[in-house]
């Protein structure tokens, strides 16, 4: 029996797993069919509850050891190590316990750009039993989103609306949402920096520095 079989049993007592994703099972441009009346306004509410699961740092990082995630190969070192220093970054901004578990499992369903998704849509629900189920969600949103929405959202004056890989149209979130969502992809992007390519590192430095500075505090000293 592994670490976490013993997870299977708690499921039962949450939700089924979300419809209103966004991600396909390989990480892919395909759209799950849970996707297709994604035209709902929707809020994440990940800035404003803690996780709550009762698992302790050294079991949910076990469980992503039992996903290979330090198998998997991610902008020049392990997906654990990069999943670990996005982590790091976002807790050195301040960020709650749903953020920084956010962040710690931000890339385990694959993102826009990184296609090597360790878990499915249908491990869904065996995640919100290792973090909780608002840091899942934000998880689950950071991999479907399409950037240039979340770039166009943290403008001056502009509505919360993001895009997302498989939704029928944009959603609507709430500015705290935004937030939580931005913070994480501002870790994401400042933890590779140092390995980028000179060319991937300024063909986005405007829209990161902008997006700093919606951000403020250190998320704008540090970028």
């Not at 306004?41 to 039992?66: M, N, P, S, W």
């Not at 950071?142 to 943290?154: N, V």
Request: aromatic content about 6%.
């Amino acid at each position: 029996m592994t670490h976490f079989q013993h997870i299977s049993g708690a499921e039962s007592l949450l939700k089924p797993a979300d419809t209103s994703g966004c991600l396909g099972a390989s990480g892919d441009n395909r759209a799950p069919s849970d996707l297709r009346d994604l035209t709902m306004t929707e809020t994440l509410a990940v800035t404003h509850a803690e996780a709550t699961t009762g698992l302790d740092r050294d079991q949910i990082l076990t469980f992503l050891k039992e996903k290979g995630v330090d198998d998997v190969r991610h902008s020049g070192k392990t997906l654990l190590d990069h999943l670990l220093g996005v982590e790091e970054i976002v807790a050195r901004w301040g960020a709650d316990e749903t953020v920084r578990l956010g962040a710690l499992f931000h890339s385990i369903y694959g993102t826009e750009n990184f296609r090597r998704a360790v878990l499915r849509p249908t491990d869904r629900t065996t995640v919100r039993a290792v973090i909780g189920e608002n840091a899942e969600r934000l998880a689950w949103r950071f991999g479907s989103l399409r950037a240039e929405s979340l770039f166009r959202a943290a403008q001056p004056g502009a509505d919360p609306v993001l895009a997302f890989r498989g939704a029928v149209a944009p959603i609507t979130v709430t500015v705290g949402d935004l937030r939580a969502i931005a913070t994480v992809y501002a870790a994401n992007w400042l933890e590779q920096f140092d390995r980028m390519r000179a060319r991937s590192r300024a063909g986005r430095m405007v829209e990161m520095r902008e997006l700093a500075d919606w951000l403020g505090g250190k998320a704008k000293q540090d970028i």
